[in-house]
């Protein structure tokens, strides 16, 4: 069972179009692939991977507080130890919770003298799961709002994880950045593909993100999406490889076929596969295994 | 008294920096004092967009509490780690290890500990980076690469640019996404721009940024960029935005000369003072105005 | 235009002028307040305090309402308030009015209607 983690850091380079492309192309060879979309603020992969009916596996949940104020006696402890200043309240009456700002630690339920606290608990986000052929999808979504986004992406991974042992191969496709979130998505990977664009904001960012997987003692391999862009300029990505010492091992054309593929929610490598994008992509994910064995 | 405005998107890639560089470039010509605020802080990219710059400014920021184990008082009960709600404390063997990426800083943890053997200490979010730029001043967030905490960081550069510009416009380049970072760069602002390209994935992700700032009461307005890669969805668009009452701001041609003027370490207006995308920009960026002060 | 017995006013102002205090235009932020007790539409007692949430990074806006309200601020009189604060200064029962940014605040209690002299 070999994972292979997806991300880049600048957002819209193409991750999910390529974490999709590879899952399709090894669920083409017969192998069980589970697909896990880590990118909880913004989850699109279910509309690469053909899925239409997703189920609910899941409701993440996180802390908040519900007072009881026949309990309360005002003294206001919850309202002065609240690290995120969400209770309000004169002394002498009960607090009032403002839920916008409360972060879920649960510091309040801890420190009431009297246990008038509980957590009512609230829906800070959801874990869908789908299947198309041999590719099995666990997908996070984060609500609107929500500030424990990070916990949403540690529960997607924790669940999914507990399955990773049923797969030939894992695709873990992050958000964009270089945050906690990215951090945890690419922590397990055997092998983590940088997708990058050929302009100097895609380097800018490539260069933030290999210094995250250095951190993190990972193998990465870079691919080029959108190569040939108007104004594209490889040579600034051939730059921050050198810098980290890895391999490019894909420049996937920018074309039409691919965007029309993307549109319509289906493989580019289904629709147009003579094309040279799909010839391209399949060269990819092969040096990508190649290396990933080595 | 400074306007503050933000442009967001959900989904990344979709031109938030091409955006607000435009708007800085054109608001600093129209001889209104400006101000960048590159909130992106896992992925900054806004002063590359505005062609040369110089660094005048840094200062570490030590923001991030994180909890800190001290074992020589431990006793391994594991109290600490059951009451953990950011899954950032294990038991590894047999002894609890504290997971810093995930750490929230809140101090439940320390809190429960029964001999107070948990300190919480600051540690670097990360950098305020100010930059001068032909068209003024930028603050940009540098967060450590696996950090947590991205929403502080981004307060810190709000308040920052508040205090340098005191009047004027402040323009506010957001995350991806929609998690902490995003809501930061929303809440209390003057207006929000959501850019969208012409795809249902990055509708989905925008319906989501508009949820947001109905929560927070901003007024918003919607730019459709790269229109023509998919014209036959932009009446949808254009819809979804009038039933919400958002300002359909107009749409910008996908132009090669956006990344070219990256490349060559200049602003977009500057470079192609009379490309096609400029002219739409220009106009778009009248009719924010007159939203804005209107 | 209303005036009420035993009235304590909070304004964010920028400096320590007295009565003569800019009005600044941020509330959670503010570097100073100004703690005004009124009583019948005349100033009995004026305090311009330093803001200890003037450096706060997040929850700045919940953090100074439930610092005024345990100064048993009744009234908040300011140009801006953000959502937070709002929410904060609301749910103790403490009124909000409007002020324009920059004028004394003896200036701005005057316009409020809270101060008659």
Same mark, same amino acid.
């Given at each position: ?15 999910? !179009? ?20 880590? *990118? ?59 839920? +916008? ?12 003298? =009297? +246990?008038?606290? /509980? ?12 299947? /198309? ?56 990977? *055997? ?16 260069? =933030? ?74 060269? !990819? ?10 | ?37 590159? %909130? ?26 994180? %909890? ?19 899954? %950032? ?45 032909? $068209? ?37 380049? %957001? ?40 929560? $927070? ?15 036959? $969805? ?5 819809? $979804? ?54 | ?58 929850? #700045? ?6 610092? &005024? ?27 909000? &009015?409007? #002020? ?7 200036? #701005? ?9």
């Amino acid at each position: 069972m070999l994972i292979i983690s997806v991300g880049g850091g600048k957002g819209g380079t193409g991750k999910t !179009f390529i974490a999709t492309s590879i899952a399709h192309h090894l669920a083409r060879s017969g192998k069980k692939v589970l697909y896990v979309d880590a *990118d909880v603020e913004s989850p699109v992969s279910h509309t690469l991977l053909g899925i239409d009916g997703r189920e609910i596996v899941e409701e993440a949940k996180g802390f908040l507080p519900s007072i009881n104020a026949d309990r309360c006696v005002g003294c206001g402890i919850c309202v002065e130890k609240c690290p995120a200043h969400a209770l309000v309240g004169i002394k002498g009456t009960v607090p009032t919770l403002l839920e +916008n700002v409360c972060e879920g630690c649960g510091l309040c339920m801890i420190v009431c003298p =009297r +246990n008038a606290i /509980k957590d009512r608990g609230r829906i800070i986000g959801r874990i869908y799961s789908g299947r /198309k052929g041999l590719i099995d999808l666990i997908q996070g979504e984060v609500l609107p709002g929500v500030k424990e986004h990070i916990n949403v992406v540690l529960r997607t991974i924790n669940y999914a994880e507990e399955k990773f042992g049923e797969y030939d191969y894992v695709v873990i496709d992050s958000a964009p950045g270089t945050g906690a979130g990215v951090w945890l998505a690419i922590r397990r990977a *055997d092998i983590v593909v940088a997708v990058t664009e050929p302009t100097p904001l895609g380097a800018h960012d490539l260069d =933030r993100f290999l210094a995250l997987s250095k951190k993190l003692g990972k193998r990465v391999v870079v691919v080029i999406n959108k190569a040939g862009m108007g104004g594209a300029r490889d040579d600034l990505i051939g730059e921050v490889a050198d810098k980290h010492g890895v391999e490019i091992i894909g420049r996937i054309p920018y074309s039409k076929e691919v965007l029309d593929a993307y549109i319509h929610g289906n493989s580019v490598t289904d629709l147009y596969p003579d094309s040279s994008v799909s010839k391209e992509l399949n060269n !990819f994910v092969s040096k990508l295994l190649r290396q990933a064995r080595k | 008294m400074s306007l503050e405005i933000t442009i967001a998107s959900g989904k990344g890639g979709t031109g938030k920096t091409t955006v607000s560089s435009f708007l800085i470039s054109y608001l600093s010509g129209v001889e209104k004092r400006v101000i960048g605020v590159d %909130a992106d802080v896992e992925a900054p990219d806004l002063v590359i967009a505005l062609g040369r710059h110089t660094e005048i400014h840094r200062e570490e920021v030590f923001d991030s509490e994180i %909890a800190v184990i001290n074992y020589d008082r431990c006793i391994s009960c594991g109290t600490c780690a059951s009451i953990c709600r950011y899954g %950032a404390i294990d038991i590894k063997n047999g002894r609890p290890v504290i997971t810093p990426e995930l750490c929230e800083g809140c101090g439940v943890c320390g809190y429960v500990c029964p001999t107070k053997a948990i300190d919480i200490k600051k540690t670097k979010t990360g950098d305020m980076i100010i930059y001068d730029t032909k $068209f003024g001043k930028v603050v940009t967030g540098e967060l450590e690469i696996g950090r947590k905490h991205s929403g502080k960081l981004v307060d810190m550069l709000r308040m920052k640019a508040r205090s340098i510009v005191g009047g004027g416009y402040i323009v506010i380049d %957001a995350a991806a996404g929609i998690g902490c970072p995003v809501i930061s760069s929303i809440v209390g602002v003057d207006y929000l721009v959501i850019v969208v390209e012409p795809t249902p994935q990055s509708m989905l992700t925008a319906s989501k940024i508009y949820e947001i700032g109905k929560i $927070f009461n901003v007024p918003m307005g919607l730019i459709v960029n790269k229109y023509d890669l998919n014209r036959e $969805f932009v009446d949808e668009i254009r819809r $979804f935005s009038e039933e919400r009452k958002v300002d359909f701001l107009g749409t910008v041609p996908y132009d090669r000369s956006i990344v070219e003027a990256y490349v060559n370490i200049r602003s977009l207006i500057e470079y192609a003072p009379s490309s096609s995308a400029t002219k739409s920009l220009r106009e778009i960026a009248e009719r924010l105005l007159s939203r804005v002060k209107g | 235009m209303w005036l009420v017995v035993g009235m304590r006013v909070a304004i964010p102002v920028d400096r320590d002028m007295g009565v003569n205090s800019p009005v600044a235009y941020r509330f959670a932020r503010a570097p100073y307040f100004a703690i005004v007790d009124i009583d019948n539409g005349k100033i009995t007692s004026i305090s311009v305090v330093p803001n200890p949430n003037a450096m706060a990074r997040g929850g #700045a806006g919940p953090a100074a309402a439930q610092w &005024l309200a345990n100064q048993h601020v009744n009234v908040v009189l300011t140009p801006q308030v953000g959502p937070n604060a709002a929410a904060a200064l609301n749910a103790m029962g403490i009124r909000i &009015l409007i #002020a324009s940014p920059g004028m004394p605040l003896i200036q #701005a209690l005057r316009s409020a209607g809270l101060v008659r002299e």
